[in-house]
């Protein structure tokens, strides 16, 4: 599946009702971080860590989501489809999109 929400802190978007990672369950007082400690995930994170992705046009989706739909619809691998979605955001945004993988079999 598919979570699309912010990295930062709701703390830093004064004023705002989005939810962002911060915003889910916590856990001993934590936010719920994504995890890459169970054997076949793959974590995509929509622009680098301190960075702030791009929010696009309302209703549509940032450049980020946006493209990475469009590119999922190709046909190959996650990871083709990441250095596809990489290769627009850069020149689209000069946002940089990592992931987190502990893929052990195609996907």
């Not at 369950?25 to 994170?45: D, E, K, L, W």
């Not at 996650?78 to 195609?106: F, N």
Request: charged residues 15%; aromatic residues 6%; neutral net charge.
């Amino acid at each position: 599946f598919v979570l699309d929400c912010c990295r930062e802190s709701i703390s830093a978007r004064v004023g705002s009702t989005s939810r962002t990672l911060s915003s889910f369950p916590q856990r001993g007082g934590q936010p719920v971080q994504a995890s890459t400690t169970v054997v076949n995930s793959f974590v995509i994170y929509s622009t680098s860590k301190g960075s702030t992705a791009g929010d696009g046009a309302a209703g549509k989706g940032g450049p980020f989501m946006s493209i990475f739909t469009e590119e999922m619809m190709v046909p190959g691998s996650i990871q083709d489809v990441m250095m596809r979605t990489r290769q627009r955001l850069l020149t689209d945004t000069c946002q940089l999109s990592p992931e987190q993988s502990t893929l052990t079999t195609a996907f």
